[in-house]
């Protein structure tokens, strides 16, 4: 890495479990529209680019699941809904006189056309595609996504862990020591769990442990457990997420809110019609702006890491343009003058410094509230309760037990920090809540299997964990 130092783009990869649970306007939906918007547009934008990408093993499982049933139902998905509501939706608009909207919706009708002929040239394999990207460093997670410091008991934590890392290295063939922290929740002494389990670098949020632009944040941290704590540098991510002034809201992208009837999105966020090559001139403009602060703000640290940490959803669903905005960022850092990085090639030059670590989450504010408050206590009780049930249920039981290996996948999916998230921010009605009392009751179906020898149910729970090593909760 230059003596300049360097900019890490870390692109957290992530889709709560929903593959077979619920269609419109909540459910599998979501994980159709990612796919078609973000997973199989920024393929090509990821080749030979060095980016670390962060896949949660859930949501590998859900897209290793499109190679059966649930690709037929993606690719009806397309074909069946997309294509006539954007059809349908330019008709109308058409005929109220609005052709410079309508024309919008029959181009953005491609997007979905497009999708479906790179998910078939692909041969229905998303994961593996991730897999032979080139350049690309590949972290993984916990399984489902458990937010860690709120997790019951060591055998839960081990377990969530394990199974993320395991899932990992039958995937993509090894495992590199990169781990994402789900919501980079972090509580001292975490890093000794993680160094159990080969874990070599984490991010975290230590913004406000060190100040929002300290040159501090552009040094990792070396802990006593082995592992490097890699801190994310929210004045730069800050530049694309913040909802009142990022990038996504200038007045030429695509507008998220505004909605014809079949919830397409004609129009820009300045309230005129989309132009789609103009947001796109715009989008290499922001990416100019971007490498340039960057540029700017390793002189506060010369020889320093940039570390800008972003979900991939945001790129080509929330914010439309962003996948055009990321390729224009590989293209013009070297142009700037600003090495593009993957983490652990940084962490091989950039030495760590020793410094305490905070408590802390990328949450708004910062700490474990929105995923454990009065708001979301029936969330939280269930979590727990179901953990301690399942780890105490688990002792001197063999790690191959059917009814067990369902509680455990149920507790799993319980666990989940989607719930908790959608609850909080009021994103998506009572899905939340019902998704977390199914998974609770059917952990206490599969409990009481093994307590009453009652009909022991189906160890799998669709393609959640499909080889779930459950030696985590059975070990003395």
Not at 14 to 42: D, Q
Not at 120 to 129: S, T
Not at 311 to 333: C, K, P, Q, S
Not at 454 to 475: G, H
Request: aromatic share 8%.
């Amino acid at each position: 890495m230059s003596a300049r130092g360097g900019l890490a783009l870390v692109l957290h990869t992530h889709m709560p479990y929903v593959e077979g649970f619920g269609t419109w306007p909540f459910g599998e939906e979501w994980l159709f529209e990612a796919a078609a918007t973000v997973y199989l547009p920024i393929l090509e934008v990821l080749d030979g680019a060095p980016v670390t990408v962060g896949l949660t093993p859930v949501l590998c499982d859900q897209l290793e699941a499109l190679r059966g049933d649930a690709g037929d139902r993606f690719v009806s998905f397309l074909r069946d809904v997309r294509a006539p509501i954007h059809a349908e939706d330019a008709r109308g608009l058409e005929r109220g006189g609005e052709a410079e909207l309508a024309a919008e919706l029959r181009r953005a009708a491609g997007d979905y056309e497009r999708a479906e002929q790179t998910f078939e040239a692909l041969g229905r394999d998303v994961v593996g595609a991730f897999g032979r990207l080139q350049g690309v460093q590949l972290w993984t997670s916990s399984a489902t996504h458990a937010v860690l410091p709120l997790l019951a008991t060591d055998p839960g934590l081990r377990l969530q862990v394990a199974a993320g890392v395991a899932s990992h290295e039958r995937r993509f063939g090894a495992f590199g020591g990169g781990f994402w922290l789900p919501e980079c929740a972090y509580a001292p002494g975490l890093e000794r769990d993680l160094s159990e389990h080969r874990v070599s670098a984490f991010c975290v949020d230590q913004t406000d442990a060190l100040g929002l632009e300290a040159p501090e944040q552009l040094e990792p941290i070396a802990t006593a457990a082995g592992p490097v704590a890699v801190p994310i540098d929210w004045a730069t991510v800050r530049l694309v997420w913040d909802e009142r002034s990022g990038y996504p809201t200038h007045a030429a992208y695509r507008d998220y809110h505004g909605r014809t009837m079949h919830d397409l999105r004609p129009w820009n966020n300045g309230g005129g019609p989309y132009r789609h090559d103009d947001a796109v001139g715009q989008a290499r403009e922001h990416a100019r702006d971007f490498v340039a602060r960057v540029g700017r703000r390793l002189e506060a640290r010369p020889g320093g890491l940039v570390t800008c940490a972003l979900d991939t959803e945001l790129l080509g669903h929330w914010w439309y343009e962003g996948i055009h905005w990321l390729r224009a960022v590989i293209e013009e850092a070297p142009a700037q003058g600003v090495e593009l990085v993957t983490l652990p090639g940084a962490l091989e030059r950039v030495p760590a410094v020793e410094r305490p670590l905070e408590a802390s989450s990328w949450g708004t504010p910062k700490d474990l509230s929105t995923w454990d408050s009065p708001r979301v206590a029936e969330l939280c009780v269930a979590a727990r309760r179901a953990e301690l049930r399942t780890v105490a249920a688990a002792a001197g039981l063999r790690a191959d037990d059917p009814a067990l290996a369902r509680a455990a996948r149920e507790l799993m999916a319980l666990q989940a920090s989607d719930w908790s998230f959608q609850v909080t921010r009021e994103l998506a009605a009572d899905y939340p809540l019902e998704r977390a009392r199914g998974h609770a009751a059917a952990n206490d179906a599969a409990l009481a299997a093994l307590a009453h020898s009652a009909t022991v149910p189906e160890p799998s729970l669709r393609n959640l964990a499909p080889e779930l090593d459950l030696a985590p909760l059975v070990a003395p």
